[in-house]
């Protein structure tokens, strides 16, 4: 079965730029999450659905960033303007109904030049 | 926000040997997760505890949910150089449901052929 699926993988961008994460969920996962990895403050969830609805988003760290599930299937989130602080490696994850076991796709990694 | 302390931060060691790591926190919580995280990878679970005093293995790694249910352990026996990786201990935030998971800042594991 595929799991969860990213997409970048890798992406350097300028400052100001706008970038664009991908994030396909496991088939019949229900929640979906968006977590941000740095060496500084670890693994922090952003924002997380629930049957495609946004259930918490009080991680978000500013409104240059927005998140939206369209479908069941398909995710993104977004970040306008990029600044530097803005790298790390950002994960997507799904799991079912009591979300104890949470599925991590490989994580997109980026990088604010 | 919650806080998960892991320690130790890092750990060096010989191939062979055996690991321990531990977790804690100042809230009780009721179900401990333990994910490994390879490098370049996204986490994947290795054992979920969810009664207190619990011990589960899962091969060569044991876990524990301590009975004070604000912390937890985990070891792995006779290391192997696969075993690299960072550990994380996570739970679901006390705050939040129970799909909203609060993770430790890991323990990076190294071993030395």
């Known amino acids: 079965d595929a799991g969860v699926i990213q997409s970048p993988r890798h992406e350097v961008t300028e400052m100001g730029q706008e970038v664009t994460l991908r994030c396909k969920p496991i088939s019949g996962h229900d929640y979906l999450f968006w977590y941000r990895q740095t060496m500084m403050r670890g693994l922090e969830l952003l924002i997380y659905f629930n049957n495609n609805v946004p259930i918490d988003d009080s991680g978000m760290p500013e409104d240059r960033f927005s998140a939206k599930m369209p479908n069941a299937s398909f995710s993104t989130l977004k970040i306008q303007p990029s600044e530097p602080r803005d790298s790390a490696v950002y994960f997507c994850a799904s799991s079912f109904t009591n979300g104890n076991t949470i599925y991590f796709g490989e994580g997109s990694w980026l990088t604010v030049v | 926000g919650q806080q998960l302390n892991q320690s130790p931060q890092s750990m060096f060691i010989q191939e062979g040997e055996d690991v321990s790591m531990n977790c804690t926190s100042s809230s009780i919580f009721n179900t401990w997760l333990w994910y490994k995280q390879d490098p370049g990878e996204g986490p994947v679970l290795l054992i979920a505890?969810?009664?207190?005093?619990e011990l589960t293995s899962n091969g060569r790694l044991t876990a524990q949910f301590g009975i004070t249910r604000k912390d937890s352990f985990l070891n792995i026996s006779a290391s192997i150089p696969s075993d690299v990786g960072i550990y994380f201990c996570?739970?679901?935030?006390?705050?939040?449901?129970?799909?909203?998971?609060?993770f430790g800042k890991g323990t990076k594991l190294t071993v030395n052929p």
């Open positions: 505890l969810y009664k207190a005093g």
């Open positions: 996570a739970g679901p935030a006390p705050q939040g449901g129970s799909e909203k998971l609060v």
